[in-house]
């Protein structure tokens, strides 16, 4: 069974953003399988995402693609008060039978929606019907809450009406109609959620919130228009918690509240409810990125010539660069990958192309969109990394960093080579702790080297970083200026990703930078899991909203993406 839960708010309160980003957070923070549907569809459980925007590998319902163009339309007429009314429920019927069908075809112990068609409905129809910006309106209230209690009574019960309630809500026996017509034709729509989450924003917060945005003001976002919103809401909510004695409607007033607050509290008022859906898992104890599936050359050769992978992928995805993945077979970078994962070797490769002549083989490899994107980063890390290291040095500061996993540090010796020709006695006011599991025992020597060439302060540390254990050596040289954490989001289990953010947000200076990454789904992801590898993908809204949860102001954080945009660096500082 599913728990279903409604984010409800009236525009710029967040409710969009917490709907994305609570079911990552509830898979990180309670071992379970959680979906959303909203903007986009995605189900996460702890240690891999199974569907996500541009990562559908078990496909998506028939009305997960509905919703999704409807919302696009609902967007172009959303300044227009004819079409507006009609379209936006529309796309709401179709989410909600998306996210029914989705939440039972992968068993998710918990579906959170963004909005729902009934509640959404009832809390933005007096915006339809008189608006309070409209200069003919009357700005009269068109219900209380036993009226509104006698909606859900007459749609979900089938309860007749009185000639009072007839006279007040004279469309509502067409709203009827309308949704045993939706039922009859098979679409499961008008069901009330579990639990609501309801994020009271005053309308005038929210306006800044919406100006703040920089895009172009709806129609209807305006304070009359919004305060209106606001008082319905509330009123439809206190009549479904009347209605449904069992449900729970959370009110969260949000006015003073940081985006990393919210979602916390969002988590607090979940959690009670799937504490009994709770199972353990364990990470598999791979080298990260690795598969736990044979990869072996015959079990490669089965996965590549299954139907599915041919002709649902690979000639979907021929001309987006998957037409590169089958030679993997006949290049030496390729069998590197099969063995390794992405190990630091496989890093190596990627990141030091400039310096080695490649067979062609290789360079198709190379060129493989991923990879362009991994290679992308590291210019990006570079280049970032430098500016604030060289920031920090011409203050005067000493500057303590830690890099975890290390791999090879490249995204730190590149920029402290640089310094250091221009100001070697820099290098003295710098000291460096690098961390990995180091499984093939490639890292520790080289980097020792490379650190006394420079004259830095230096220590490698080799252990597991989600381990306490470990991490208590990490510790022994804290508070850090400048943390990494580079290259791991999408192969570490959300808990342990979780666990980790706010270890660093404990040992990191209160002027300190974070400097993380995350990888976007995409045609690859799809290749990934048909080869049983497991990975989380978040966007960079998603992601930066972990680390609003995690105490650091993601909300603020610049994105720095190549030019396939499918990697994201991002610098966070501490809340």
């Known amino acids: 069974m599913t728990l279903h839960v409604a984010v409800l708010g009236i525009d710029g309160s967040g409710k969009s953003t917490v709907a994305t980003a609570l079911p990552t957070l509830l898979a990180a923070e309670l071992h379970i399988r959680a979906g959303s549907a909203g903007d986009s569809f995605c189900m996460s459980e702890a240690e891999e995402d ?196 069992s449900a729970v409607m959370h009110r969260m007033v949000t006015d003073n509240m940081t985006p990393g607050e919210i979602l916390q509290a969002a988590v607090g008022a979940v ?140 995204d730190l010796f590149r920029p402290l080579e640089v310094i250091a020709a221009r100001n070697p006695d820099s290098m003295k006011r710098i000291r460096l702790v690098a961390a990995d599991l180091d499984p093939y025992g490639h890292l520790e020597k080289e980097l020792i080297n490379r650190a006394a060439k420079l004259g830095l302060r230096f220590e490698f540390l080799r252990g597991d970083i989600t381990d306490s254990r470990t991490r208590s050596k990490f510790e022994q040289a804290a508070p850090y200026d400048v943390v990494l954490f580079v290259g791991l989001s999408s192969w570490l289990p959300k808990p342990q990703t979780l666990g980790h953010l706010e270890w660093v947000r404990r040992n990191i200076k209160h002027d300190g930078i974070l400097v993380s990454d995350c990888f976007t789904a995409d045609f690859y992801a799809i290749s990934g899991w048909h080869f049983g590898y497991k990975a989380n993908y978040y966007t960079p809204e998603i992601y930066r909203s972990v680390m609003d949860y995690c105490g650091f102001d993601g909300l603020k954080a610049p994105v720095y993406s190549g030019r396939d945009k499918i990697n994201h660096v991002m610098l966070f500082s501490p809340l």
Not at 77 to 106: E, G, T, W
Not at 138 to 165: M, P, R
Not at 355 to 377: C, I, Q, S, T, W
């Open 50 to 245: 199974l569907l996500s925007p541009r990562f559908h590998p078990l496909g998506l319902s028939f009305t997960g693609h509905l919703a999704k163009g409807f919302k696009r339309l609902a967007k172009l007429v959303v300044d227009n008060r004819h079409l507006y009314p009609v379209i936006k429920p529309c796309q709401m019927i179709f989410q909600d039978d998306a996210a029914c069908r989705l939440s039972r075809r992968y068993s998710a112990e918990v579906m959170v929606s963004d909005g729902n068609v009934l509640l959404s409905s009832m809390g933005r129809v007096i915006n339809y019907l008189s608006p309070a910006s409209d200069r003919d309106s009357t700005g009269a209230s068109i219900a209380d809450t036993e009226v509104l209690k006698a909606v859900f009574q007459c749609l979900l019960d089938g309860k007749t009406l009185s000639n009072d309630i007839r006279e007040r809500l004279p469309g509502l026996e067409k709203a009827a109609a309308a949704m045993k017509l939706v039922r009859g034709i098979g679409l499961h729509a008008g069901w009330l959620p579990d639990v609501v989450i309801f994020l009271d924003i005053s309308p005038q917060i929210a306006m800044k919130r919406i100006a703040a945005r920089g895009k172009r003001v709806d129609r209807h976002e305006n304070l009359e228009d919004l305060s209106q919103a606001r008082n319905m809401y509330l009123k439809t909510l206190d009549a479904f918690s009347q209605y449904r004695l």
């Open 271 to 410: 959690k009670p409810h799937v504490l009994a859906l709770r199972s353990e898992r364990k990470v598999n104890g791979l080298p990260l990125g690795a598969s736990d599936a044979k990869v072996t050359s015959s079990s490669v050769w089965r996965r590549l010539f299954n139907f599915r992978y041919l002709f649902g992928y690979l000639v979907n995805n021929w001309f987006k660069g998957a037409w590169r993945e089958p030679t993997f077979l006949f290049s030496g970078l390729g069998n590197l990958l099969r063995r390794e994962g992405y190990s630091a070797g496989v890093m190596r490769a990627i990141y030091e192309q400039d310096n080695k002549r490649y067979g062609f083989m290789d360079r198709v490899f190379l060129e493989y969109p991923l990879h362009r994107a991994v290679y992308d980063r590291l210019h990006i890390l570079v280049e970032k990394i430098e500016a604030e290291l060289e920031t920090r040095l011409a203050k005067g500061q000493d500057v303590n960093i830690f890099t975890a996993p290390s791999g090879f540090a490249y």
